[in-house]
């Protein structure tokens, strides 16, 4: 595949645009392959990437049953962190930022990812004790964060209002190298990548059942009929739990709808991304000008892929008590995903009861941040057998009570 460039935007442009080769093919499906990924969202696509760059595993299918990048890869607030409190999670998820700071160079596709901060405001005595803490334990990881003062707060993002009626800021937590990416582009620069790899990535095509035979994984059924494999990756966010039903083993997740909202589109106002846990909401502004504002999960497990006004009516109370100067502002859209929740907050990547299925899902409501990191270790997991990143996210922390505690430290897991 030819390499985008300026100069091949300039020789494009001389023959209005005509010579641009496709992004990646549509294949029709191979009888086998050396694995199959099911779902080609971030964490699907990075994985088949890694497969092939870092372990030469280049027969590989990614099967998909709508359009790549469609499910949660492309329906989140794109915010990138790694200021997580436990070992593990600091590990994975900053191993990920800093795939994220030269994924426009390995991919050659520009992911817009802008590093342009990340506070996380403390709003009671008990979020400024957690975040000096996650702060302490960031330094021992090797992750740069400092809790800074209101007036720094103040500093860095001039239109907040100290004062809510409610809470008051009383500091932050800030990660000045997280921000945002665009989420479509980084699903659109690891499909090309894998494309031009040799791998076929079969969209509109449903997997709809694993067949075993021995307690191995032989293949899947899927839409357009059967497709062989030994190696079996299953990376399908909200589904998980059906296709865990399919192969015949259970998963500790629950599936939510999470909602987000844009408002109209406005002067450049905020140039870093503020999340108020304690009011429950966040916001950062889009290249566009919108302002991208993120809300909560639905209390109760559904697949409606939309959400409730019940939601939106909070997230904006809440973000107008710490952004008085958006009260006007006017809704552009709203839209929902199915986030997959386990009861620690921390993601599964692991071997499964059946020889040869692997599962990677449980990165509920923050997963975007660690789509890199995610696909590094799964695919090392895949093609070895062990990965150093993915050792503790196993399925037996459940049962033996190993669990790695995030929902108390990130407050909202975005
Ligand atoms: C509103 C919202 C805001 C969010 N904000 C953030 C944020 O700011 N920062 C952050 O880090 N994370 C955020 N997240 C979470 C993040 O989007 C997800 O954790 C992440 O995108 C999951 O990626 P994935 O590749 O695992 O799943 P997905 O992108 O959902 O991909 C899974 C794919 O599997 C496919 N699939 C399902 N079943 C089958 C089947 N039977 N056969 C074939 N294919 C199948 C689906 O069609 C889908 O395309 C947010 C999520 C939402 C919904």
Redesign the pocket.
């Known amino acids: 595949m030819r390499r985008y460039s300026a100069f091949a935007i300039a020789r494009e442009a001389a023959r209005y645009h005509q010579g641009w080769e496709r992004a990646w093919a549509s294949p029709e499906p191979k009888k086998s392959y050396d694995a199959i990924i099911?779902?080609?969202?971030?964490?699907?696509l990075a994985t088949a990437f890694y497969l092939g760059k870092n372990f030469g595993i280049t027969n590989v299918a990614v099967?998909?049953?709508?359009w790549?990048?469609?499910?949660?890869?492309?329906?989140?607030?794109?915010?990138?962190r790694s200021n997580y409190l436990q070992d593990a999670s600091a590990a994975i998820y900053e191993k990920a930022r800093s795939l994220y700071e030269t994924m426009s160079q390995d991919l050659n596709y520009n992911v817009m990812f802008s590093p342009r901060g990340v506070i996380m405001l403390a709003q009671t005595h008990h979020e400024v004790r957690g975040y000096q803490r996650t702060a302490h334990a960031n330094a021992l990881q090797g992750v740069k964060t400092e809790f800074i003062s209101p007036q720094r707060v103040k500093e860095i993002v001039p239109i907040i209002n100290l004062d809510g009626p409610r809470y008051p800021v009383l500091g932050g937590l800030w990660q000045a190298r997280g921000g945002t990416a665009r989420h479509d582009a980084v699903a659109w620069g690891y499909a090309r990548a894998c494309s031009d790899m040799g791998m076929d990535i079969i969209q509109k095509?449903?997997?709809?059942g694993v067949r075993k035979e021995n307690g191995a994984v032989v293949g899947v059924e899927t839409s357009r009929g059967f497709i062989g494999t030994k190696k079996l990756g299953i990376?399908?966010?909200?589904?998980s739990g059906?296709?865990a039903d399919m192969a015949g083993f259970r998963l500790p997740v629950e599936s939510v709808a999470?909602?987000?909202l844009v408002s109209e589109p406005i002067k450049p106002c905020m140039d870093c991304v503020v999340m108020a846990n304690t009011v429950h909401g966040y916001m950062s502004q889009s290249d566009k000008g919108e302002m991208v504002i993120?809300g909560g999960a639905d209390g109760y497990n559904n697949y409606t892929q939309r959400g409730s006004f019940h939601h939106i009516e909070e997230t904006v109370r809440a973000l107008i008590e710490t952004f008085p100067m958006i009260s006007r502002l006017k809704q552009l859209r709203q839209?929902?995903?199915i986030?997959d929740m386990t009861g620690d907050r921390s993601p599964i990547l692991s071997k499964t009861p059946v020889e040869g299925v692997f599962i990677?899902?449980g990165?509920?409501?923050?997963?975007?941040?660690?789509?890199p990191g995610s696909g590094w270790g799964f695919a090392e997991l895949m093609a070895r057998g062990y990965s150093p990143l993915t050792a503790e996210f196993g399925l037996n922390r459940f049962k033996e009570g190993r669990f790695i505690d995030e929902s108390v430290a990130a407050g909202v897991a975005?």
């Open positions: 099911v779902g080609a969202g971030g964490h699907g099967i998909e049953k709508g790549l990048g469609g499910g949660n890869t492309g329906r989140n607030t794109t915010i990138i095509t449903e997997v709809t990376v399908v966010a909200g589904h059906v296709l999470l909602q987000a993120g839209w929902g995903g986030v990677n899902c990165w509920g409501t923050g997963g975007f941040k660690a789509i975005h």
